[in-house]
């Protein structure tokens, strides 16, 4: 079975420029999780789709955005880049989210701001 | 919102010690908490999890617990080997949400001295 697979692997962008990342979580599972990974600051919650809605949402700004494909594949937007979105952005996913389920990272997004 | 603290930020001990890191949390309506462990360059992995309900649990060197009325929880690790040298997130979901919006401490980096 493949696990949770995250395109591309790097990304040197801008400030100002928009990015898309891409999450294929594990066939059958149906919600996937969005994190940003910063030196010091740990894994923090950016949002979570499941069936394709956007069913919660952590406290970044709305220049991050995100949306999921009936195929259960996610992407993740952010807009207006500034260097302190620099970040490894990984996403997880489970089989429906619920309560207790283990989640299965990807190796992430290593993202770039110049 | 809940919150996570976690500490220490960074543990050193020597190959056969034991090693402990607390996290406590903000909101007593939590009531499921994972550890995840990320070594270097790779994803992190659920290598053990406590509900509310439980106030201990054990996996051969590794065991976790939860005290909910000091709201914090431990994660115990005995015989340490120089695989266990990585970083340890704790997390704790909020109630009534979904797996999707763990909330994460910022991590320990755990280095095992051989």
């Known amino acids: 079975k493949a696990g949770v697979t995250q395109t591309p692997r790097y990304l040197i962008k801008t400030r100002g420029q928009q990015v898309t990342l891409s999450c294929s979580p594990i066939s059958g599972h149906r919600s996937v999780s969005w994190y940003q990974q910063t030196p010091g600051q740990g894994l923090q919650f950016l949002f979570e789709y499941f069936s394709e809605t956007q069913r919660n949402k952590g406290n970044f700004p709305g220049r991050f955005s995100g949306r999921q494909f009936s195929n259960s594949r996610s992407e993740m937007n952010v807009s207006t880049l500034e260097l302190g979105d620099s970040a490894l952005y990984l996403c997880a996913s489970s089989l429906s989210g619920g309560f207790g389920e283990k989640l299965f990272f990807g190796s992430g997004t290593q993202l770039s701001v110049l | 919102g809940e919150n996570v603290e976690q500490h220490p930020s960074t543990l050193s001990v020597q190959e056969g010690d034991s090693a402990v890191i607390k996290c406590t949390y903000s909101d007593s309506a939590s009531n499921y908490f994972p550890w995840y462990k990320q070594e270097l360059g790779k994803r992190p992995q659920l290598i053990i999890d406590?509900?509310?309900?439980?106030g201990e649990k054990k996996d051969q060197r590794i065991a976790v617990t939860l005290n909910k009325t000091a709201k914090h929880f431990s994660l115990h690790i005995t015989e340490t080997q120089p695989e266990d040298s990585a970083v340890y997130f704790c997390a704790a979901s909020i109630f009534g949400g979904s797996q999707g919006n763990l909330i994460f401490g910022k991590g320990t980096k755990l280095s095992v001295k051989p």
């Open positions: 406590i509900r509310s309900n439980v």
